[in-house]
């Protein structure tokens, strides 16, 4: 049908495709996606590395604190005995209100919590803009779940270090 294209099918290349690697053996990680309140506190999100069952103890950062988890449930409430890396679930929590929990916090190993910062750098690609990017400049970033305004700002090479 296309003459000019001598490249796999679609179907071939999807075959041909490696697996994405699924870090289920390392430390447990899952920003929060969402929360809710059904007969106690649920939280919903992907987890990203590690695995997480009924009972386990877990930290939410960045406000450290410890919590069990009392259930383990698929999208669809059908409760799972573990769940491992690229799985999206909910888990219904104890030890922590819905209240205290905000879309972007992260569920993680007591033994390896994930680092809480103020600022970071980043580097940013720019697809398409229609004004000018200077400091004072006032936006939207998504990372993972968080979603929060931000600001541009300069500094100078002292201020950077």
């Known amino acids: 049908m296309c003459p000019w294209y001598d490249g796999p099918s679609l179907l071939e290349y999807l075959d041909t495709m490696e697996s994405l690697e699924r870090k289920v053996k390392a430390p447990f990680m899952m920003p929060i ?17 590690g695995s997480i069952r009924k009972g386990s103890m877990t930290t939410m950062m960045p406000n ?6 009392l259930g383990v449930f698929t999208e669809a409430d059908e409760e799972m005995t573990v769940a491992t890396s690229g799985d999206q679930v909910r888990l219904r929590l104890k ?14 190993s007591p033994k390896a919590p994930v680092h809480v910062v103020s600022t970071f750098q980043a580097q940013l690609a720019i697809v398409e ?14 990372v993972h779940t968080a979603v929060v305004e931000v600001e541009f700002k300069v500094y100078t090479a002292r201020e950077r270090e």
Do not use: N, P, Q, W
């Open 33 to 49: 996606g969402g929360k809710f309140r059904d007969m106690g506190t649920i939280v919903e999100g992907k987890i990203e590395s």
């Open 64 to 69: 450290k604190t410890s919590v069990e988890v």
């Open 95 to 108: 030890g922590v209100e819905e209240e205290d929990i905000s879309v972007g916090f992260v569920l993680c």
């Open 129 to 142: 803009t229609k004004t000018l990017l200077t400091a004072g400049y006032t936006c939207v970033m998504h």
